[in-house]
Antibody, heavy 119, light 107 residues
Framework: EVQLQESGPSLVKPSQTLSLTCSVT????????WNWIRKFPGNKLEYMGY???????YYNPSLKSRISITRDTSKNQFYLQLNSVTTEDTATYYC?????????????WGQGTSVTVSS | DIVLIQSPATLSVTPGDSVSLSCRAS??????LHWYQQKSHESPRLLIK???QSISGIPSRFSGSGSGTDFTLSINSVETEDFGMYFC?????????FGAGTKLELK
C-alpha cells in the first residue's frame, strides 16, 4: 500500500519560506510523478507542481517564481519550498502521486498538513 | 487555465435518493475529467477517472459520463457514507485544475 505523509511547520510568518516534506512508503519516488496540491479555506483546490521519476519538475505558472520542488531518493522523500509567503498561502497542503503513462489522476494522497501564514 | 464549474454548489438529499452532479469545462477537455470525493477530515479519494472509468474499491453506485465540456457524476441511491465534498479535475491541459466542488449534504 502506497502511503504519503506530509510534515513541516504549521505556522509561517509573512515573507518567509514555507518548507514541507512528503515521506513516501510502499513505492519509490524514482517511478511516477509526485505532486503538491493545496486546498484553501473555502475549499478551492490548486495544483502546485510535480517532481517526476527522473527528477524533472513542473510548476504551476501562477507560482513559478516562488516554488521549488526537490527530492532525496535515498530517503524516498520529496519537498516543497514556497518563498515570500503571504496570508494568501494559508491552506492545507497535500502531497500526491500520479502514475504517469498518460494517467494523470491522483491515486494516492497524504493526509494533508495545515499551514497558516501569520505574524 | 481551464476553468471547471461545478453545480450545484450544495445538494441536500435523503439517503436512497439518486443524484447527479455536474462539471462544465471552459473549453473542450475530451474525456480528461476525473472525480474525487472528500469527506470531512479526510483526504480526497479518486472515484472515477477519464469521465467514466471505474476505480477498484469504489462502490458501483458511483458512475460518470460526459465528454467535451459537460460531465456528470451520478450516485445511484445515496448512502449516509456518501455525504461530503465532490470535486472534478481536468488533465487535458496544464496546469491541472479543479472545480470548486459540490457539497452533498443530508436534507
Amino acid at each position: 500500500e502506497v502511503q504519503l505523509q506530509e510534515s513541516g511547520p504549521s505556522l509561517v510568518k509573512p515573507s518567509q519560506t514555507l518548507s514541507l516534506t512528503c515521506s513516501v512508503t510502499g513505492d519509490s519516488i524514482t517511478s511516477g510523478y509526485w505532486n503538491w496540491i493545496r486546498k484553501f479555506p473555502g475549499n478551492k483546490l490548486e495544483y502546485m507542481g510535480y517532481i517526476s521519476y527522473s527528477g524533472s519538475t513542473y510548476y504551476n505558472p501562477s507560482l513559478k517564481s516562488r516554488i521549488s520542488i526537490t527530492r532525496d531518493t535515498s530517503k524516498n522523500q520529496f519537498y516543497l519550498q514556497l518563498n515570500s509567503v503571504t496570508t494568501e498561502d494559508t491552506a492545507t497542503y497535500y502531497c500526491t502521486r500520479y502514475r504517469g503513462n498518460y494517467d494523470y489522476t491522483m491515486d494516492y494522497w497524504g493526509q494533508g498538513t495545515s499551514v497558516t501564514v501569520s505574524s | 487555465d481551464i476553468v471547471l464549474i461545478q453545480s450545484p454548489a450544495t445538494l441536500s438529499v435523503t439517503p436512497g435518493d439518486s443524484v447527479s452532479l455536474s462539471c462544465r469545462a471552459s473549453q473542450s477537455i475530451n474525456n480528461n475529467l476525473h472525480w474525487y470525493q472528500q469527506k470531512s477530515h479526510e483526504s480526497p479519494r479518486l472515484l472515477i477517472k477519464y469521465s467514466s472509468q471505474s476505480i477498484s474499491g469504489i462502490p458501483s453506485r458511483f458512475s460518470g459520463s460526459g465528454s467535451g465540456t459537460d460531465f456528470t457524476l451520478s450516485i445511484n441511491s445515496v448512502e449516509t457514507e456518501d455525504f461530503g465534498m465532490y470535486f472534478c479535475q481536468q488533465s487535458n491541459r496544464w496546469p491541472l485544475t479543479f472545480g470548486a466542488g459540490t457539497k452533498l449534504e443530508l436534507k
